[in-house]
C-alpha cells in the first residue's frame, strides 16, 4: 500500500463522481488496487472527501500535493505555491518519491 495521500484523495473524488453519476465503480477499485491503494482506503477518502466537501477540489487538491512534497521532501519547502507547480508537476514528483519508496 502507499502512503501518497494526494493520490489517493485524487482516486476518491473520481470515485465519488461516478457514484453521483451511478456509474459502476469496480474499476475505480480495481485501478486503486493496481497502484498500491487498498479498497479500504480508497472508501476512507471518498468519505473523508464528503465529510470535509471542499468547494474547489482542483486548487485544494493542489494545495494538499504541495504540503505533502514539502513535509516528504520531494517539493523543496522554499517553492512557492506558483503557477509552475501545477497539480499535474506535483502528482509527478510525488508518483516519482513514492515509487522509490517501494520494493522492485
Same mark, same amino acid.
Given at each position: 500500500?502507499?502512503?501518497?495521500?494526494?493520490?489517493?484523495?485524487? %482516486? #476518491?473524488?473520481?470515485? %465519488? #463522481?461516478?457514484?453521483?453519476?451511478?456509474r459502476d465503480l469496480e474499476g475505480h477499485y480495481a485501478n486503486a488496487e493496481r497502484n498500491g491503494v487498498a479498497r479500504a482506503a480508497l472508501d476512507r477518502a471518498a468519505a473523508t472527501l464528503q465529510r470535509l466537501a471542499p468547494e474547489d477540489f482542483a486548487t485544494w487538491i493542489r494545495h494538499e500535493y504541495l504540503v505533502d512534497g514539502w513535509l516528504h521532501g520531494y517539493v523543496d519547502v522554499t517553492a512557492g505555491s506558483g503557477d509552475e507547480l501545477t497539480t499535474w508537476v506535483l502528482g509527478q514528483l510525488a508518483e516519482a518519491h513514492y515509487s522509490s519508496d517501494r520494493p522492485a
Open positions: 500500500m502507499i502512503d501518497n495521500r494526494p493520490y489517493t484523495f485524487e %482516486l #476518491a473524488h473520481d470515485l %465519488l #463522481a461516478d457514484r453521483t453519476a451511478g
